[in-house]
């Protein structure tokens, strides 16, 4: 099992800076990708972003240039800056861990934090 608690969000104006983090206990060496997805009032959850062990990552479209997404040496903790902050860039912030076990996948998901971007 793999616990997640981010942290980091809030109240920004549009242009605005934050940073995400995400604090991961547990079974943590098993973990083969962490990312973050967000999920706005009446829409499905997206993926914002998402790093590999080997360090390959991957972005929206919508975040590319604007967000980085990075992690310290032992996997403990995941984070992402989002910088030039748009109004449609609010919603709730979920963390995600990734295993892999032969053909099956295990997500393991994290609580949530608001970030919203006011005009």
């Known amino acids: 099992q793999v616990q997640l608690v981010e942290s980091g969000g809030g109240l920004v104006q549009a242009g605005g800076s934050l940073r995400l983090s995400c604090a991961a206990s547990?079974?943590?060496?098993?973990?083969?990708?962490m990312g973050w997805y967000r999920q706005a009032p009446g829409k499905q959850r997206e993926l914002v972003a998402t790093?590999?062990?080997?360090?390959?990552?991957d972005y929206a479209d919508s975040v590319k240039g604007r967000f980085t997404i990075s992690r310290d040496n032992a996997w403990n903790t995941v984070y992402l800056r989002m910088n030039s902050l748009k109004p449609e860039d609010t919603a709730v912030y979920y963390c995600?861990?990734?295993?892999?076990?032969?053909?099956?996948?295990?997500?393991?998901w994290g609580q949530g934090t608001q970030v919203t971007v006011s005009s």
């Open positions: 995600n861990a990734r295993r892999y076990s032969g053909r099956s996948q295990y997500d393991f």
């Open positions: 547990g079974s943590t060496r098993r973990i083969n990708a």
């Open positions: 790093m590999t062990r080997g360090g390959t990552t």
